[in-house]
């Protein structure tokens, strides 16, 4: 039990890791959505209008920002088998 549970600390260890690298890529603008997005507090519509966005249009890019991290993120784990 103890060498699955340090199995999974250190797999989350490296996810967590593949996202900072990723996020790093990232442009500056595509970036700052991702984190305001994810910040508690912070409603997805009240972002969208402070950039001057219909919340469908934010929501279409939002995900499309995601999609490339998450294939970034799965392309940093292949490698090491932990996807």
Not at 16 to 38: D, I, M, N, S
Not at 64 to 77: A, F
Request: aromatic share 4%; with cysteine; net charge negative.
């Amino acid at each position: 039990m103890a060498d699955e549970a340090t199995r999974e600390s250190e797999q989350r260890q490296s996810e967590y890791e593949a996202l900072e690298t990723c996020l790093a890529t990232l442009p500056e603008k595509q970036r700052r959505w991702v984190t305001l997005a994810h910040t508690p507090g912070i409603a997805s519509h009240e972002l969208a209008a402070q950039l001057n966005l219909k919340p469908g249009m934010f929501y279409v890019r939002l995900n499309r920002i995601r999609q490339t991290l998450l294939e970034c993120i799965n392309h940093k784990l292949t490698p090491e088998g932990l996807v």
